[in-house]
Structures are given as C-alpha cells and as structure tokens.
C-alpha cells in the first residue's frame, strides 16, 4: 500500500521567508505526485502535480517542487511567503492500478505572519 | 462551468442515526470519489464510483455505502453512526485515466453527538 509522510505539522514564517515543505511516499511503482493546498474556509485546490518528465515542477502562486526518486521525496518550495499563503497544504500520491485513488499526508499548516 | 458541488455543507446527527451526503461531479467526470477528512488529518479514502458501480474501496465498515446515479452525481450513506464519524466528508471527481488530477468539493462538515 502507498502511504504519505509530511513531517512538518505546523510552520509558521514571517512574510517574505522561505519556505520548503517535506514529503515522502512510499510506493515501489511508478507514482504521480501533487501538492494541494487548503485555504480557510475553502476547497482543496492543486498547486502543482507531476507525472513524468522533468523532476522540478512549477505551479500556481510562485510554487514549486522537486521530485527526487532516490529518496522518494517531493518537497514543496517557495522562495518568499506571503500572509496569503497561510492554509494548510497536502502532499498526495497515486500510481499502479489504483490510479485514480489519492493518498494523502496528514498535512501542514502554514501560518504566515504579516 | 461549476465545479463540485456537495449538499449539504453542514449537518449535525445524533449517534444510531444515518445520513446521505450528495456530491455532482465537475462537468464531463465520470469517476466519483469519496474521501473523510477527521480534524488534523489528511484525507482518507473511502471508495469510487464509476459507471454506476463500487470501484475500489478503502479501510472502511460496511456501514459506509455510497451510489452513483446515470448523470454521474452520487451519494454517501453512513449508517449507525458512530461519534467517530465525526468529519469533514469530501467529494471529489476526476475523468478515469492516468495522469490527472482530482477536483474537491468544499466538503460536508458532519458532527455526530
């Protein structure tokens, strides 16, 4: 079975820090990788996904994440912070025939300060 | 084009009782899933609809039942709850392929006393 480690439960940073958020799965397959995001009071909404190809990925909002096989990681990344990216975010993987079925870290919550 | 929408967004039942929670799927999906999300945790898989019939199915009593309807929308039944039931219940809808992402709802909020 797949399964989902983020380490960090709770960051909090001031505006304009860096930010890298851990994730580690652990699958012997080939994977699909996404970081969705949770903002108060509203729906998970993807912030970047990979599926092959080049292992450094960008998205939405400044995000981006590496994807290092070796070390089943896929760390999320952001240059600078602001107080807009205080939510809680999700690392989340699938692969093999459960292709469609996410599984899910137990979450970060950044918490930004102004 | 709306996106998922789940009904309805809050709802408080008493332990013993059952409830029936209502998602229409992200316009041109056909797969359906079902997801609980208890405070400070990820979500969890519960099961997938597709083409009107259980799919895969996660860690969960057979208390939990659910049903995809022909326009793709669905429904998760939860029978005898149980206060652990407690939870945010999410929805999300996808095509069926490799490669692509998920779309969630804003979630049932269900507490159970």
């Known amino acids: 079975a797949q399964s989902v480690s983020q380490h960090n439960h709770h960051v909090i940073l001031s505006e304009a820090a860096s930010l890298e958020l851990g994730c580690n799965y652990s699958?012997?397959?080939?994977?699909?990788l996404f970081w969705y995001v949770q903002y108060p009071g509203q729906h998970l909404q993807l912030l970047l996904k990979?599926?092959?190809?080049?292992?450094l990925v960008k998205g939405i909002k400044g995000f981006e994440a590496e994807f290092i096989k070796s070390k089943f990681s896929f760390n999320l990344r952001k240059p600078s912070v602001q107080w807009s990216d205080t939510a809680e975010y999700f690392c989340?993987?699938?692969?093999?025939?459960?292709?469609?079925?996410?599984?899910f870290g137990s979450g970060t919550k950044l918490n930004v300060k102004p | 084009d709306a996106g998922v929408t789940q009904s309805p967004t809050h709802l408080i039942k008493t332990r013993g009782q059952q409830v029936t929670l209502r998602c229409s799927p992200k316009?041109?999906?056909?797969?359906v899933s079902w997801y609980q999300q208890a405070l400070g945790q990820g979500p969890q898989f519960i099961f997938q609809?597709?083409?009107?019939?259980?799919?895969q199915r996660g860690n969960f009593p057979d208390r939990f039942s659910g049903h995809q309807f022909p326009n793709y929308s669905s429904e998760l039944n939860v029978n005898a709850l149980l206060l652990g039931d407690s939870a945010l219940y999410l929805c999300?809808?996808?095509?069926?392929?490799?490669?692509?992402?998920?779309?969630f709802g804003q979630g049932t909020r269900l507490t159970v006393v």
């Open positions: 999300a809808s996808s095509p069926l392929m490799r490669d692509t992402e998920a779309f």
């Open positions: 699958y012997g397959g080939t994977v699909n």
């Open positions: 990979y599926f092959s190809g080049d292992p």
């Open positions: 989340a993987v699938n692969g093999g025939y459960n292709f469609n079925k996410f599984y």
């Open positions: 316009s041109g999906h056909d797969t």
């Open positions: 609809y597709y083409e009107e019939e259980e799919r």
